[in-house]
């Protein structure tokens, strides 16, 4: 844990995903003594996933232990942690400043934006309201609730995949409701997913509207539309898992930091470098290609890499703060 009286870096990470936990091994080795900001969800998204099995070296890894194992690597290197968040970060002045929930303050001469993605939600009114009363976007978290009933999952990509077939562990039968005609989904995925009996797939199919009880809230059926036959029908489930995607979580940087339409911080092509000196992006939150816990890792060395490079350009300098000025 982080040495309280510290409160300037050279190399401040935010995010505790692969992309952190990697750039925090190698800015520690690299002797830059980082501090890591963890977040809200210590260790992101492969903590409420289940088994990874593309991870080189490990044929099948619990998503939780991996984040653990990563964690455990990048404080014994000596990254210094911190569970907290960033509300604010302010690059007009050099070093550039981060404000914590806490109300702390950091200074930092190199910071690598690590914060990931979150889960996307369909958007409608009664999704939100049986948000944690029967509807989810982890079955690795809920999905235990669902034992001997019938749920649905919806989407059609890996994590609509790998949640259904993690349900037919709980659930009587799993109903996956995919927009497409066809998965997105690795082709070993959707083998799998086809050859489960306890597993069916409604196509060309979206949910309209999720009903259910007030007093206990619960969910007891979903209407879906099928749009190739442009009819409805009332299906019975207590559970739905929306496993539509994620998006970036850049909100910290909005207006600061130019994104892509979706929200992806955007990077000089094949580099970590955002448009302002010594801020570096890795991970989800710049990638809307790969999304890989492998390439966030191989993100996170390249960042730690270029902010080693920076931090040295800025040493090598004879003035403090040249490149910085040109922006601010
Ligand atoms: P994806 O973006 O791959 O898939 C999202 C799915 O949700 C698509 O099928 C999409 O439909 C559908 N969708 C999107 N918006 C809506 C909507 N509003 N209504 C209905 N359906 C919608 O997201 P994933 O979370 O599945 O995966 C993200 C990344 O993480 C991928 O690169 C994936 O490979 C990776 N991943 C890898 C895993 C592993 O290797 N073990 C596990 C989980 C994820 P459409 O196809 O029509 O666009």
């Known amino acids: 844990m982080l040495d309280a009286t510290r409160t300037h870096t050279s190399v401040l990470i ?25 977040g809200i969800q210590p260790g992101g998204q492969l903590t ?38 960033v509300t604010d970060l302010d690059f007009k002045t050099y070093p550039y400043t981060a404000t914590l929930g806490s109300g702390k303050t950091l200074t930092a001469n190199s910071i690598i934006l690590a914060t990931g993605a979150q889960a996307r939600w369909l958007g409608l009114p009664s999704e939100e309201f049986f948000k944690g009363f029967g509807v989810s976007a982890c079955a690795t978290c809920d999905g235990f609730f669902y034992r001997g009933q019938d749920v649905m999952v919806v989407g059609g990509g890996n994590t609509a995949v790998e949640e259904a077939l993690f349900l037919t562990n709980f659930a009587s039968s799993v109903t996956l409701v995919h927009r497409g005609d066809s998965l997105r989904a690795e082709r070993i995925l959707q083998n799998r997913l086809f050859a489960n009996p306890k597993i069916k797939v409604l196509w060309s199919s979206e949910i309209v509207e999720i009903m259910g009880t007030t007093a206990p809230r619960g969910v007891e059926t979903v209407r879906v539309l099928d749009n190739a036959a442009v009819v409805t029908s009332d299906i019975a489930v207590k559970g739905v ?13 909005a207006g600061k930091i130019e994104t ?6 955007r990077v000089e092509p094949g580099t970590t470098r955002t448009a302002i000196p010594g801020v570096f992006a890795a991970g989800d939150l710049t990638d809307h290609v790969y999304r890989q816990a492998v390439t966030s890792a191989g993100m996170g060395c390249m960042a730690a890499l270029d902010a080693e490079r920076f931090l040295a350009s800025q040493r090598a300098m004879a003035a403090e703060k040249p490149a910085v000025e040109d922006y601010v």
């Not at 990697?22 to 900001?37: C, D, H, N, Q, W």
């Not at 984040?67 to 990254?79: F, L, N, V």
């Not at 898992?241 to 940087?253: M, N």
Request: proline share 6%; charged share 15%.
């Open 260 to 265: 892509h339409s979706g929200g992806y911080v």
């Open 48 to 85: 409420i996933t289940t088994d990874v099995e593309n991870w080189p070296g490990d044929e099948s890894v619990e998503g939780p232990d991996l984040m653990i194992r990563m964690e455990a690597h990048a404080a014994q290197t000596g990254c210094d942690m911190i569970a907290d968040i």
């Open 14 to 38: 935010i995010g505790s995903g692969p992309a952190g936990y990697t750039a925090g091994v190698y800015a520690a080795r690299a002797m830059l003594a980082p501090i890591l900001v963890q």
């Open 241 to 253: 898992f929306i496993a539509i995607g994620h998006k970036p979580a850049s909100e910290l940087v």
